[in-house]
């Protein structure tokens, strides 16, 4: 994973305030495309459980381009579009506690390596490189799940990418 450039820690930064100013906790941050085309997007979230309503993604939006509108030389390159979402229902897990978030949920990681590189000797795990179950726990280290009594330890370094897997019942709100 390449290091972000020092502009647009300083933009996350602010994001982060503005974001909290609102009540909201920012998920994600992104810088995509090129010329005209080139996107800041924003994804947030509530800290604790909670849906992020649109006039949340329009307060965040506004009270950033205000702050990035400014400061025109904060963002180099000129033009580009910025978007403010929510992370969604099948959300990227990048950090720590986007994982610890989602303890009690289904969630899918696909590995760096074999899971018999961290020790898992059941003949059904030991040469996946994929999981997706229910996440057991999450610290500062990595993630761990309990399949029919098989404990699965797998390091945040040794995870390429992680999603939260929605899944729909029969019977639930859409």
């Known amino acids: 994973m390449s290091e972000s450039p020092s502009w647009m820690a300083k933009v996350e930064k602010i994001a982060n305030d503005v974001a909290a100013a609102q009540g909201c906790v920012l998920y994600d941050i992104e810088f995509v495309g090129l010329g005209k085309g080139r996107t800041l997007r924003l994804f947030i979230d509530r800290e604790e459980e909670g849906a992020i309503s649109i006039e949340d993604c329009t307060n965040v939006s506004r009270g950033l381009s205000e702050i990035l509108d400014a400061d025109e030389e904060m963002i180099p390159g000129g033009e580009y579009n910025l978007e403010v979402s929510t992370p ?68 945040y370094a040794m995870i390429d990418r992680a999603k939260l897997v929605f899944e729909y019942t029969k019977g639930q709100k859409k």
């Open 88 to 155: 969604g229902l099948d959300r990227h897990l990048k950090k720590p506690w986007h994982f610890k978030k989602a303890i009690g949920k289904k969630v899918y990681i696909k590995t760096t390596k074999a899971l018999e590189s961290v020790g898992v000797e059941d003949k059904k795990w030991k040469n996946a490189k994929t999981v997706e179950e229910v996440l057991e726990s999450a610290d500062e280290q990595g993630v761990r799940f309990v399949v029919k009594d098989v404990e699965i330890k797998i390091p």
